[in-house]
């Protein structure tokens, strides 16, 4: 009996032993799951940089509407389309006037431009869905009515060149991109799926990449139109209509009606949002499009706001 007792306090003992051990495992997991619950947000937010507006202009002049922005990267300069004043206007890198240009007073609801040849440019005109090659030089204007291989006229929202000075533009007809040759005829088309909407684009060397509204996805491609890679942007948008990519590959979305910046990762993964939609310096209205300047500042058309906001972290 006492044999048996002794046996089964032996017992009692291993188990309350394994038990203590298994508790022990348990308050162990929980402290740890309860340690990543507390670190992981402070991970991420210490990685989320604090942007605020560091420029914002015009200051002593009205623009009204700004539709569109190029960024002379060499020369630090600053080129707003001025939509309804039908003009296009220079701006320094403090954001102090430059100079005001109206093509003759040709220039008609210009919604978009690029700088092709040297002292050449290209500007989109929608009042009469014409694109514009413009000699600043000589002040010839030229006019032109863009159309697909069907016949259909294209409806061009942007425009944009290559290093090699070649053009490309975004038809919101038919939500792809072409690039045109010299006599504009198509060369070669961008396209996603059969309804995507590529709505922006930005080149970057020997890639084309561009945002597909309809699916929130960023595509890129190679300049010859090769299909290279989808990136679908897994995040809470509205509707995005414009994007930036910096040099570490992040991606900037613009959310337009909700007056927001979404940062994703390269592989389309949500990280931080700044901005909401006001009137105050630093807050957005309507925003249209988002670029990167020389500093690596954020560049937004707050088009509701009429004028441009600059952001720097």
Same mark, same amino acid.
């Given at each position: 009996?006492?044999?048996?007792?002794?046996?089964?306090?032996?017992?009692?003992?291993?188990?309350?032993?394994?038990?203590?051990?298994?508790?022990?495992?348990?308050?162990? %997991?929980?402290?740890?799951?309860?340690?990543?619950?507390?670190?992981?947000?402070?991970?991420?937010?210490?990685?989320?940089?604090?942007?605020?507006?560091?420029?914002?202009?015009?200051?002593?002049?009205?623009?009204?509407?700004?539709?569109?922005?190029?960024?002379?990267?060499?020369?630090?300069?600053?080129?707003?389309?001025?939509?309804?004043?039908? %003009?296009?206007?220079?701006?320094?890198?403090?954001?102090?006037?430059?100079?005001?240009?109206?093509?003759?007073?040709?220039?008609?609801?210009?919604?978009?431009?690029?700088?092709?040849?040297?002292?050449?440019?290209?500007?989109?005109?929608?009042?009469?869905?014409?694109?514009?090659?413009?000699?600043?030089?000589?002040?010839?204007?030229?006019?032109?009515?863009?159309?697909?291989?069907?016949?259909?006229?294209?409806?061009?929202?942007?425009?944009?060149?290559?290093?090699?000075?070649?053009?490309?533009?975004?038809?919101?007809?038919?939500?792809?991109?072409?690039?045109?040759?010299?006599?504009?005829?198509?060369?070669?088309?961008?396209?996603?799926?059969?309804?995507?909407?590529?709505?922006? !684009?930005?080149?970057?060397?020997?890639?084309?990449?561009?945002?597909?509204?309809?699916?929130?996805?960023?595509?890129?491609?190679?300049?010859?139109?090769?299909?290279?890679?989808?990136?679908?942007?897994?995040?809470?948008?509205?509707?995005?209509?414009?994007?930036?990519?910096?040099?570490?590959?992040?991606?900037?979305?613009?959310?337009?009606?909700?007056?927001?910046?979404?940062? !994703?990762?390269?592989?389309?993964? !949500?990280?931080?949002?700044?901005?909401?939609?006001?009137?105050?310096?630093?807050?957005?209205?309507?925003?249209?499009?988002?670029?990167?300047?020389?500093?690596?500042?954020?560049?937004?058309?707050? %088009?509701?706001?009429?004028?441009?906001?600059?952001?720097?972290?």
């Amino acid at each position: 009996m006492r044999l048996f007792s002794s046996q089964q306090r032996k017992t009692d003992t291993v188990d309350m032993g394994v038990i203590h051990k298994k508790n022990s495992i348990r308050l162990t %997991q929980h402290l740890l799951c309860l340690a990543l619950l507390l670190l992981v947000p402070a991970l991420v937010c210490a990685k989320a940089p604090s942007w605020h507006s560091s420029l914002s202009f015009p200051k002593e002049m009205a623009i009204d509407a700004p539709s569109g922005l190029v960024i002379d990267q060499a020369r630090k300069r600053y080129y707003v389309i001025d939509y309804n004043a039908d %003009q296009l206007v220079s701006f320094d890198e403090q954001g102090q006037l430059i100079d005001r240009f109206d093509a003759m007073g040709r220039l008609k609801k210009p919604v978009s431009m690029a700088f092709g040849a040297p002292g050449k440019m290209w500007v989109v005109q929608r009042s009469t869905n014409e694109l514009l090659y413009i000699d600043l030089n000589s002040r010839d204007v030229r006019r032109f009515n863009v159309s697909k291989t069907s016949g259909q006229p294209m409806l061009i929202d942007r425009v944009a060149t290559d290093d090699q000075q070649r053009l490309y533009v975004a038809d919101s007809h038919s939500g792809r991109i072409f690039r045109l040759d010299d006599n504009l005829k198509i060369t070669t088309i961008f396209a996603g799926k059969r309804d995507s909407q590529l709505i922006d !684009f930005k080149i970057a060397g020997s890639t084309l990449y561009a945002l597909d509204s309809q699916h929130q996805q960023l595509h890129s491609f190679t300049l010859d139109g090769q299909h290279k890679d989808t990136i679908a942007l897994k995040g809470d948008l509205d509707r995005p209509v414009s994007f930036v990519l910096d040099s570490h590959g992040m991606i900037y979305i613009l959310d337009r009606p909700q007056g927001k910046i979404a940062v !994703f990762t390269a592989k389309g993964l !949500f990280k931080y949002g700044f901005c909401h939609r006001g009137a105050r310096r630093g807050q957005l209205n309507y925003p249209s499009e988002l670029h990167m300047d020389w500093q690596d500042r954020l560049c937004v058309v707050n %088009q509701g706001n009429d004028r441009i906001e600059v952001f720097k972290h």
